[in-house]
């Protein structure tokens, strides 16, 4: 139980072009998720913490506008990267709270986004 | 600011060896810490964790130990396996911050 799906596993793009990614909870209720962008070598970086219904809270650096997030059911928040450029090229990773274990977060497999 | 920090980048042990994996803190208020373990290309994979009021939990071949005093973390692994090669971070619940992470390789 309590599995993570990220769609696309990868994906190349254009520069300037936009990227959704999403982020389905395949068995439980998610009541928040969160996204993480990790570049090589280094760690995860939160990014914004969803929250099903609602406006997502972003991390102090992450633009609102450029990462939109929404967050329409329980099982299902999307990642768009705008207007991508090769300095967003990273590693995504979304993560989800279990409805009834609050404080255990499931990851998912991870994006691998290439702007070229 | 708050911080997780990992004291090793990298680490090798021997296959069939223990290894043991550190982390410092600075967030004295934090109650809650999970060890996550992440394969190449993959996501982060929970592998244990423990709140604050215990000092050790222990997991299958895997113990967390947790000295507040010293706001100190570590992971040991026991009788190693090539499976264990990865990234190994600590965090702190609910908003999760990691540490850097350190690489564990296993020596055949």
């Known amino acids: 139980g309590a599995v993570v799906s990220q769609h696309p596993s990868w994906v190349i793009c254009k520069s300037g072009t936009s990227v959704k990614i999403e982020c389905r909870s395949l068995?439980?209720?998610?009541?928040?998720m969160f996204w993480y962008r990790q570049f090589p070598k280094q760690s995860l970086m939160l990014m914004a913490t969803?929250?099903?219904?609602?406006?997502?809270?972003?991390e102090q650096g992450v633009e609102k506008d450029k990462f939109l997030i929404n967050h329409a059911s329980l099982t299902l928040s999307t990642l768009t990267v705008t207007s991508a450029h090769p300095e967003d090229s990273s590693f995504y990773i979304c993560?989800?709270?279990?409805?009834?274990?609050?404080?255990?977060?499931?990851f998912g497999p991870g994006t691998r986004l290439t702007v070229l | 600011g708050e911080s997780v920090g990992l004291h090793l980048p990298t680490l090798s042990v021997q296959e069939g060896d223990n290894s043991i994996i550190n982390c410092a803190y600075s967030n004295s208020a934090s109650d809650y810490f999970i060890w996550y373990k992440q394969e190449s290309g993959k996501g982060p994979q929970f592998i244990i964790d423990?709140?604050?009021?215990?000092d050790k939990r222990q997991g299958q071949r895997v113990t967390v130990l947790l000295n507040k005093t010293v706001k100190h973390l570590s992971l040991q692994i026991a009788a190693t396996q090539p499976g264990d090669s990865a990234v190994y971070f600590c965090a702190e619940n609910e908003k999760l911050t990691f540490g850097t992470g350190t690489r564990l390789t296993i020596i055949p």
């Open positions: 969803s929250n099903e219904g609602s406006k997502a809270t972003y």
């Open positions: 423990i709140r604050s009021n215990m």
């Open positions: 068995d439980f209720q998610a009541t928040t």
């Open positions: 993560s989800a709270n279990n409805r009834g274990r609050v404080n255990e977060q499931f």
